[in-house]
């Protein structure tokens, strides 16, 4: 992989802040975006501006064309099939499209993990307040690893959805999915992957892994704001309820009823994001042209080189296994005396590195696993960052902690 090349592919990477240049560590928030996608957005907004598969002129063609087309793309990049990919506005709208869509009864319980974001929580929750279904953590090792034992201690004939993080967003740790997804069938569960940290950064292919739901969002992936995907196998798709209905969304209106639309416009209610959608797809393209097997790989090594420099500052708390075969390259770190949101100020102020401090929207793995109450601060980084910048980072941190920490 070339990363200079690379790097020349984002205009922002070479937007200079307070006159100096930007180091972005804040990828597990939001990436950044090539060229190649920004085009894509413009193009839809200066060439061919319409709506999908209503009106007939040529304007509304190219769109049906292009929104359809951004479909193929995102369903190739994780090896799902025609029809399998619903567009969303994020990953946390295509779980609650699974949530509002599968009958669940009273009793049906759902598993998910100690460690996961807020958006595969709070709608199990919900269901749990609302449809009387039973919510049930899955214990993680404090590290973030899986536990093996602990699932299938939890696991059992009543359980109707396993739903786990395939790869956290706060200790950059991956679950073993096929194995996962082999248990949880053989108990008759079916099976829901939140890879949005895992599909921008490995290859993922949905029918080896033989999941039934896999979400994740385009933001992550080089991808515009506002733009998620679910993949779902198509019997799935086709037995679920609708979540939000309207335009788009039937086949046919009788005098009280309706029949639903195909997939995917039976779940994608109303006017979408089409330059989204195209962007989303132009971002799955782009990640294809340079490899998920590099990305992943490139990884590795700044990973290495993420967790060695870490290791070395006194009074540094870094959660993970800290093994780039086992984490990727996103570490939540606490530092003694001093507040993760004072830490991450003074990095934007003094150096313009950009991460996130907090809780990274994992309260309940903060709050009752690794007890940082108060959040931990996160350097997270994409295939564009550099050994160079993690060496400037590294620096800039040892002086704050020497100034700062207890
Ligand atoms: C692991 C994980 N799941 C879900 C989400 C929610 O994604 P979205 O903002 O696309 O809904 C995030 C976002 O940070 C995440 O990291």
Redesign the pocket.
């Known amino acids: 992989m070339n990363i200079e090349k690379i790097r020349e592919d984002f205009p922002i990477l070479h937007k200079k802040v307070r006159g100096k240049p930007i180091i972005y560590f804040d990828n597990?928030?939001v990436t950044l975006k090539p060229q190649q996608v920004i085009d894509a957005i413009v193009s839809y907004y200066m060439e061919y501006t319409a709506c999908h598969g209503r009106s007939l002129h040529a304007f509304a063609t190219k769109t049906t064309e292009k929104y359809d087309e951004a479909h193929e793309k995102v369903a190739k990049l994780i090896h799902a099939e025609h029809g399998e990919i619903v567009f969303t506005k994020?990953?946390?709208?295509?779980?609650n499209i699974v949530a509002n869509g599968i009958s669940f009864k009273k009793g049906d319980k759902i598993l998910t993990t100690t460690l996961?974001?807020n958006?595969?929580l709070i709608p199990w929750f919900k269901l749990q307040k609302e449809k009387g279904a039973i919510h049930e953590f899955v214990d993680v090792n404090t590290d973030g690893t899986f536990n093996m034992e602990a699932f299938e201690n939890k696991i059992d004939s009543h359980t109707k959805l396993v739903s786990f993080?395939?790869?956290?967003?706060v200790t950059g740790t991956t679950i073993p999915a096929k194995e996962i997804a082999k248990i949880a069938h053989d108990y008759g569960a079916l099976v829901l992957l939140?890879a949005?940290?895992t599909v921008p950064h490995r290859p993922v292919d949905v029918k080896q892994i033989d999941c039934d739901f896999l979400?994740?969002?385009g933001?992550?992936m080089c991808g515009p704001s506002g733009t998620?995907a679910l993949y779902g196998k198509r019997h799935l798709l086709e037995e679920m309820n609708q979540f939000i209905v309207g335009g788009e969304t039937v086949a046919k209106v009788t005098h009280d009823d309706w029949v639903p639309a195909e997939i995917p416009a039976k779940f994608e209610a109303g006017l979408q994001n089409y330059a989204g959608a195209i962007g989303f797809g132009a971002a799955a393209d782009y990640l294809m042209h340079i490899g998920l097997d590099n990305i992943h790989e490139y990884e590795k090594t700044l990973a290495k080189h993420l967790f060695s420099g870490l290791q070395e500052i006194d009074g540094l708390n870094a959660y993970g296994p800290l093994d780039p075969e086992k984490q990727g390259p996103v570490v939540a770190c606490s530092i003694k005396g001093i507040s993760a949101h004072d830490i991450a100020i003074i990095l934007d102020e003094t150096a313009n590195i950009f991460l996130r401090s907090g809780m990274?929207?994992a309260h309940y793995f903060h709050q009752n696993v690794i007890h940082e109450t108060e959040g931990t601060l996160r350097p997270s980084l994409y295939f564009y960052n550099t050994e160079e910048e993690i060496d400037t980072f590294i620096s800039t941190l040892s002086e704050i902690v020497k100034t700062f920490g207890k």
């Open positions: 597990s928030c994020n990953a946390t709208e295509a779980i996961e974001h958006s595969n993080v395939f790869t956290s967003n939140d949005a940290q979400v994740f969002s933001h992550k998620g990274h929207c």
